[in-house]
């Protein structure tokens, strides 16, 4: 017998499998499809690991079992190989990050490779390639158009080591999660995604996928971190001014007794100038700055603190509260402003007590003590009775919290919002190795001045609510704004109003409209009467049809026929924004998503001061609307910018990219004027390309499309999706949000890209720790495969234990593996086949039918389930006991090697072969074993004879006995109360009644 060579059989069967493309997709749709997706590497300058193919190996079985059950299996692979790692090694070896890619990739797919996976590699991709990135650009610039990508220049978290920006989902415990850097908070210029848009999708929507791990649901939504509160105004005594401060526990408002505010705040920012003690807040201001968040926030640190010499006055008490400059408070968190209750929170506690500031209880726990605070055991936090608090005493904090709300909100003391602890997405990156943002900065764009058009709507005036507020605000800038009276607000006639405005402004390209309420449909009319193009469209909380939120009004029914030429309208503006009331109190959701959706665009969802924007003096949201000119896109066609070719590629360490520098590239003409404009110089973070690669699979080489629509209809979405928990908060959600915005401009038929999720437990290093160059104790997946195979690692790796569980390499268990394929072998090579005629067969070997059925059953569910180290030991246990056998029948032989098939693919293939089947050509049906069917277990065959019954007294077991499988309720009945065990139990009792559970179990009731 020839010894077992998995050299010589794993290259000859990887050479055969890519030579006739065995695992090339069918675009043939008659099909049931599975899709079976990996999370694409970072094709990193050390290569894999043995710990990196475990995910690899997992789907790769999956995959394989799919296509024998009749499936169409998609399985592609490709390259998230943009940012900071490749930059890195490539700044350390001195190569370019794209010789540095490339070098990279072939080293990845060579040793996947070895493994013998089912990639088809017709469908690679790679996230650093321009005809991939150029659809990651064109999404970017589809968000730019709708609202959802914006500049801000507020202080973001900045790693010094690697000197770039990084978003709040790049930090482990304050610390940059590529470099372990203690992060600074650094104001700089960025580019930010609007991802707190969709928060409540993309929480809501969790209930839509009930085959994701709860685990990982559970911290997306801690990491969403909706919270219900209330921002609470109170006025700064001697200023005409107020602050505001976010809560969720207004109900101890009573026991407030100061007020706090982060040094790097907004308030602080705003008011130092008015602080009386304005010197020592500066100073301490600037100490803070150097502080990291980490050391601000830690636990058992001596709080620190500046009274600003200013007081707010509590509007519930009339007490004044002092208010001071802490570190303890993060301006990232709420309005960045704390109201101080010492008695009912334990940091405001600690604060009191270094201030010397007076604490009050207003709740009292169930230990019923009602003495003053002077203790932190005594700080009362998450339940209670309110005592001392006016209308609410006597009422549990809940009740409290709701009453006090509505109390504060008709005050007009404060407005209830919802908050998130998810902030936006910090897009850019100070960095080369990444996609270029297709956005050009014309100043000649940015200094134009417009025409502004206030139109108001029903039953008010160009000179009510936040409309003057805006027409100064925007003259200060040198626009010119306008805000006339239409005629008759009471009973309106949208053609009339829309011929006023016609014939007595003046309208041209420079020309924004703004139309709030019915004032956007008389837009529209406008709009379809002009001849000439405007800048801009902007419909604010606008009627788009005559049915309301909260009542009808039949005037506004009645103000036009609700006919419009959406095809002109579209035609005569440059481009539209839709603004919205996040409550809906007028207009209903559906309305503005329409009509949006009538002009390409999306809604932004804002809560304004006013409801539906109405009877408020002000209105910022309107405002922010305009922070975007002089911002230029990079036309459609101009597509994809590529990242120019450099020699200097280092960080410059000053906020600034090192495209900055390369002047030829940065200097362009601006396609909106003509004039010279500047080229965007930040790029995109890392996780923008891996954020929709999943689609890009399905139609990789489309170049007119992100993806081809009736292809996405038909693969998506993904049907199984395995990787990392550690992506829970940073993957999972970006692609969650980047996959929702494609469903809402239309580019996708779904609203959530994954069905399945699978998290993989890591592999960890023998010593226990983490696989790391670090600890020196990485173990390269090539010096196992050649000395042990490939089918030998991919058996050990699934045998390790519960898939979703880390669990400690061991080469020495890796032997147990091999030395179950050699005895496959040896058994293949020595048993005897005959013939046999299926179930019922008298030649079959007593046990035998009845082994391989129940093993067919469990290693089929246990695919299906991800157990695939259960799926293996019942495999062990089905050779185990026909290796004690001279003959088997073959049909057992060839069930036995289909199930085995996914795991030891290359053993496998070899052993059907060498029962007589062909294998030239392995495209052809009957010719490879991935081409044959899976096995159906017969349902007969895998009930137990015998079981134990469990008997029960009243619920505890008492007896055990073994049963006929299929006995009856009566006999079992009989069997429970013949039991000399029972009869003791039963002895002078009643019996109520038997309860029956057919195969498990009798209970006894007495």
């Known amino acids: 017998m020839e010894k077992y060579n998995h050299q010589k059989i794993e290259a000859k ?28 590497p970072y094709p990193s300058g050390s290569g894999l690991h043995v710990g990196h193919p475990k995910g690899y190996i997992a789907t790769d079985i999956f995959a394989r079992a799919k296509m024998m059950q009749g499936y169409n299996v998609l399985h592609p692979m490709g390259w998230d190989a943009f940012g900071l790692p490749t930059e890195n090694y490539a700044m350390q070896n001195k190569i370019h990050p794209c010789a540095a890619t490339e070098k990279n990739i072939a080293t990845f797919k060579r040793q996947l490779g070895l493994l013998g996976f089912t990639y088809d590699w017709d469908r690679e991709i790679n996230t650093t390639d321009p005809e991939y990135y150029k659809w990651t650009q064109w999404t970017f610039l589809k968000m730019f158009e709708r609202g959802l990508a914006y500049e801000s220049y507020e202080p973001i978290n900045w790693c010094p080591k690697c000197q770039t920006g990084l978003s709040n989902e790049d930090l482990e415990d304050g610390k940059c999660e590529r ?4 992060v600074e908070k650094k104001p700089m210029r960025q580019w930010l995604l609007k991802i707190t848009d969709y928060a409540d999708r993309l929480l809501s929507d969790l209930e839509k996928l009930p085959a994701w791990e709860e685990s990982i649901k559970e911290m997306q939504r801690n990491w969403i971190g909706r919270k219900e509160g209330i921002n609470i105004d109170y006025k700064i005594e001697g200023l005409d001014s107020k602050l505001s401060v976010f809560t969720t526990r207004p109900d101890t408002n009573f026991g407030a007794t100061f007020i706090v505010a982060a040094p790097d705040s907004v308030f602080t920012a705003e008011k130092i100038g008015s602080f009386p003690n304005q010197a020592e807040v500066k100073k301490y201001v600037e100490a803070a700055r150097h502080k990291t968040e980490l050391e601000r926030i830690s636990e058992g640190r001596k709080k620190t603190g500046v009274f600003t010499g200013l007081n707010a006055i509590n509007n519930l008490t009339g007490r004044k509260m002092p208010i001071y400059i802490s570190d303890f408070i993060l301006a990232s968190v709420g309005t960045g ?31 019923g003590d009602t003495s003053p605070i002077t203790k932190k055991e005594q700080v009362q936090e998450e339940a209670g009775t309110m005592i001392n608090s006016g209308l609410l005493d006597g009422m549990n904090i809940h009740d409290a919290t709701r009453k006090i709300m509505d109390h504060i909100e008709t005050k007009d003391w404060g407005k209830k919002i919802v908050s998130y602890k998810i902030k936006d997405w910090v897009f850019s990156r100070q960095r080369y190795w990444g996609e270029p943002i297709p956005i050009i900065h014309c100043q000649a764009c940015k200094n134009k001045k417009y025409n502004f058009i206030f139109i108001h709507g029903y039953g008010s ?44 402004v003046e309208l041209g390209e420079d020309t924004i409209l703004i139309g709030g309420s019915l004032g956007g449909v008389v837009i529209m009319r406008i709009l379809e009467k002009i001849k000439i193009k405007i800048a801009k469209a902007v419909f604010i909380d606008s009627v788009f049809k005559p049915e309301f939120a909260d009542h009808d009004r039949p005037d506004v029914a009645a103000a036009c026929d609700w006919k419009f030429n959406f095809k002109k309208i579209s035609q005569a503006s440059s481009s539209f924004v839709v603004l919205a009331d996040s409550d809906f109190p007028v207009i209903k959701k559906e309305h503005s998503e329409e009509l949006a959706k009538k002009f390409n665009t999306s809604v932004t969802y804002v809560k304004p001061n006013g409801q539906h924007f109405s009877k408020s003096a002000t209105e910022p949201e309107i405002l922010k609307i305009f922070g975007n000119l002089g911002i230029v896109i990079v036309p459609y066609e101009d597509l994809p910018l590529k990242l120019p070719e450099v020699k200097n590629y280092q960080p410059t360490g000053t906020g600034e990219s090192p495209l900055a520098n390369i002047k030829e590239w940065v200097n362009t003409k601006c396609p909106q004027c003509g004039g010279r404009a500047l080229r965007e110089t930040n790029t995109m973070p890392q996780w923008a390309g891996s954020s929709w690669y999943y689609l890009r699979y399905i139609d990789p080489k489309n170049k007119t499309a992100l993806v081809d629509k009736d292809k996405e209809k038909y693969w998506s979405p993904v ?6 928990a550690e992506h829970a908060t940073r993957h999972l959600i970006y692609a969650r949000f980047w996959h929702k915005f494609l469903f809402d401009i239309g580019a996708v038929n779904y609203d959530e890209p994954f069905t399945r999720l699978q998290h993989v ?48 390499w061991s080469t020495k268990s890796l032997i147990g593996g091999r030395r179950f394929l050699e005895k496959i072998w040896h058994f293949y090579h020595q048993v005897k086949l005959f013939d046999c005629g299926g179930v019922g067969c008298d030649k079959a070997p007593t046990g035998l039918p009845q082994l391989m059925h129940k093993t067919i059953k469990k290693v089929t569910e246990d695919i299906e389930n991800f157990h695939y180290n259960t799926a293996i030991s019942q495999m062990m246990i089905f050779m185990n006991f026909a290796s004690q056998l001279d003959s088997v029948p073959r049909g057992a032989l060839e069930n036995f090697l289909k199930i085995l098939a996914p795991f030891a693919p290359h053993l496998t293939e070899e052993l059907w072969s060498g029962l007589g089947h062909p294998s030239a050509k392995l495209g052809t049906s009957k010719q490879s074993i991935f081409k044959e069917e899976w096995p159906k277990y017969n349902p007969e065959l895998v009930k137990d004879e015998t079981i134990n019954l469990v008997i029960q007294i009243n619920g505890k077991v008492r007896d055990t006995v073994e049963v006929f499988a299929d006995i009856s309720e009566k006999e079992a009945r009989e069997f429970a109360l013949d039991s000399e065990k ?25």
């Open 337 to 367: 402003v704390v109201v101080g209750v010492p008695g009912h929170d334990l940091r405001d506690f600690e604060f009191a007590q270094a201030m010397g500031l007076e604490i009050i209880r207003v709740v009292v726990g169930a230990d």
């Open 761 to 808: 437990g890591l592999i960890l290093a023998e010593d226990g720790r983490k696989m790391s160059k670090r600890w020196n104790n990485v173990i390269n997946p090539d010096e196992i495969v050649e000395k042990y195979g490939a089918d030998a690692m991919r058996i050990y790796e699934m045998f390790m234990g519960p898939f979703s569980q880390p669990c400690a």
């Open 179 to 182: 470099c372990d850097s203690v």
């Open 13 to 40: 069967w990887q050479k055969k499998w890519n030579k006739e493309k065995l695992y090339k997709t069918s675009g043939n749709k008659d099909k049931p499809k599975y899709y079976v997706l990996d999370m694409f």
């Open 719 to 724: 049907d199984f999706y395995v990787g990392g």
């Open 982 to 1006: 029972i009869k003791k139990w039963l002895d002078g009792k009643e019996i109520k009644k038997v309860i029956f559970v057919k195969g498990k179990l009798v209970n006894v009731v007495i």
């Open 461 to 504: 005036s160009g000179k009510e609510g936040w409309r003057p507020w805006l027409k100064r605000e925007l003259e200060g800038r040198g626009h010119k704004a306008y805000s006339p009276d239409l005629p008759n607000s009471l009973k309106p006639n949208v053609d009339e109003q829309a011929d006023f405005i016609i014939k007595n």
